[in-house]
T-cell receptor, first 113, second 113 residues
Framework: GENVEQHPSTLSVQEGDSAVIKCTYSDSASNYFPWYKQELGKRPQLIIDIRSNVGEKKDQRIAVTLNKTAKHFSLHITETQPEDSAVYFCAASRYNQGGKLIFGQGTELSVKP | NAGVTQTPKFQVLKTGQSMTLQCAQDMNHNSMYWYRQDPGMGLRLIYYSASEGTTDKGEVPNGYNVSRLNKREFSLRLESAAPSQTSVYFC????????????FGPGTRLTVL
């Protein structure tokens, strides 16, 4: 089955710096890759996603890149702000499997003012 | 719309006791999921229901059973709770499966003594 590895497990940056979180997946048939943000004590919420027919997607200060050949995808956050502090999860999914997501282990991002 | 709701919010059980976690969604979604979240291990899929009338095992199904009661409701049952089942449990739903946003409930924090 699918396995998703996420790095780093913790990341600390200064406000205004960029943050990058990387994930690798094992199943070459996976074709949907969402990223979720989870604030302390809250539920995970989708922040951006990418499909396998696209190499890059941006939404304001966040972007996701996908390299299908290498089977890895990354989340990029620019101009980080204290409110970006949270745990971020990557996930992978494929068609014909009921939409189930396999998640990475999570990255705790801390943005210091 | 309430979105995805879960009951209870908190629960303490003794080893060997049974309980059912309830989940309901009012978004007319077809697919529903149960995850558990443990520190450092991300979100792991327990069971899912791709559509009303179907259920399938996820990554960690042992010790759990599920029922898709109708299109709105998807329950998770622990028949004989064990300390290893201490976790935060999240229910999620999505409209049609792969490529659609999964919306999470607020979670149930379960402690098994």
């Amino acid at each position: 089955g699918e396995n998703v590895e996420q790095h780093p497990s913790t990341l600390s940056v200064q406000e205004g710096d960029s943050a990058v979180i990387k994930c690798t997946y094992s199943d070459s048939a996976s074709n949907y890759f969402p990223w979720y943000k989870q604030e302390l004590g809250k539920r995970p919420q989708l922040i951006i996603d990418i499909r396998s027919n696209v190499g890059e997607k941006k939404d304001q200060r966040i972007a996701v890149t996908l390299n299908k050949t290498a089977k890895h995808f990354s989340l990029h956050i620019t101009e980080t702000q204290p409110e970006d502090s949270a745990v971020y999860f990557c996930a992978a999914s494929r068609y014909n499997q009921g939409g189930k997501l396999i998640f990475g282990q999570g990255t705790e991002l801390s943005v210091k003012p | 719309n309430a979105g995805v709701t879960q009951t209870p919010k908190f629960q303490v059980l003794k080893t060997g006791q049974s309980m059912t976690l309830q989940c309901a969604q009012d978004m007319n979604h077809n697919s529903m999921y149960w995850y558990r979240q443990d520190p450092g291990m991300g979100l792991r899929l327990i069971y899912y229901s791709a559509s009303e009338g179907t259920t399938d095992k996820g990554e960690v199904p042992n010790g759990y059973n599920v029922s898709r009661l109708n299109k709105r409701e998807f329950s998770l049952r622990l028949e004989s709770a064990a300390p290893s089942q201490t976790s935060v449990y999240f229910c999620a739903s999505t409209l049609a499966g792969v490529g659609d946003t999964q919306y999470f409930g607020p979670g149930t924090r379960l402690t098994v003594l």
